[in-house]
């Protein structure tokens, strides 16, 4: 299975602050089609995971744009601009891959 | 309006067996990749499983106890458990993540607990 090791597990920050989550997989994302399937989850206390980054780069709708994602290969990053209040919670990313799909440990964001 | 909601968790011996289902609505679901992913408390996320055009794929921690089937008919996916363990305690979430659309909804999850 691919490892994805997240680094910091738990980040204070401070609002308006930029903030910034790395990724790391065992193995190469990049799959047969051209594309890296690699994701980028938030999880809030009492709410279903909500996807953030597709495909390394890419925002779902209605994310806002202080979120952006980058990388290549095995190496990949999770930045927030300016840190709002709203941002709380754990941070995953997600490789989907290779089945099965696999999560990184997590990333506490707290204020 | 994609919809997707989970049913059927609850308080389970070790050892004991326990279905969970996943109604939804919105959307065609016989097109549908459909998976389950779970969180248990204090963990991380683990995708457990997923259906694809009548294949099943599974992950290593729950394959040969666990078996994912859908009713098209009925717009429901299931999860059939069997020798549950402690730690699968968790909450179930059933999800339309495929990976090469941008379909990806999730429901709000079901919660598991196996205790004596």
């Known amino acids: 299975d691919v490892v994805m090791t997240q680094s910091p597990l738990s980040l204070p920050v401070t609002l308006g602050q930029p903030a910034s989550i790395s990724c790391r997989s065992s193995q190469g994302l990049l799959y047969s089609d051209g594309n890296t399937y690699l994701n980028w989850f938030q999880l809030r206390p009492g709410q279903s995971p909500r996807r953030l980054i597709y495909r390394v780069s890419s925002r779902d709708s209605g994310v806002p744009n202080r979120f952006s994602g980058s990388g290549s290969g095995t190496d990949f990053t999770l930045k927030i601009s300016r840190v709002e209040a709203e941002d709380v919670g754990v941070y995953y990313c997600m490789q989907g891959t290779q089945w099965p799909y696999t999560f990184g440990q997590g990333t506490k964001l707290e204020i | 309006e994609v919809q997707l909601e989970e049913s059927g968790g609850g308080v389970v011996r070790p050892g004991g067996s326990l279905t969970i289902s996943c109604a939804a609505s919105?959307?065609?679901?016989?097109?549908?990749?459909m998976s389950w992913v779970r969180q248990a408390p204090g963990k991380g996320l683990e995708w457990l499983g997923r259906?694809?055009?009548?294949?099943?794929e599974y992950a290593a921690p729950v394959r040969g106890r666990f078996s994912i089937s859908r009713d098209d008919a009925a717009n429901t996916l299931l999860l059939q458990m069997k020798s549950l363990r402690i730690d699968d305690t968790a909450l179930y979430y059933c999800?339309?993540?495929?990976?090469?659309?941008?379909?990806?909804?999730w429901g709000q999850g079901t919660l598991v607990t196996v205790s004596s």
């Open positions: 999800t339309t993540y495929r990976s090469s659309t941008n379909f990806n909804y």
């Open positions: 259906i694809r055009s009548g294949i099943t």
């Open positions: 919105g959307f065609t679901f016989s097109d549908a990749w």
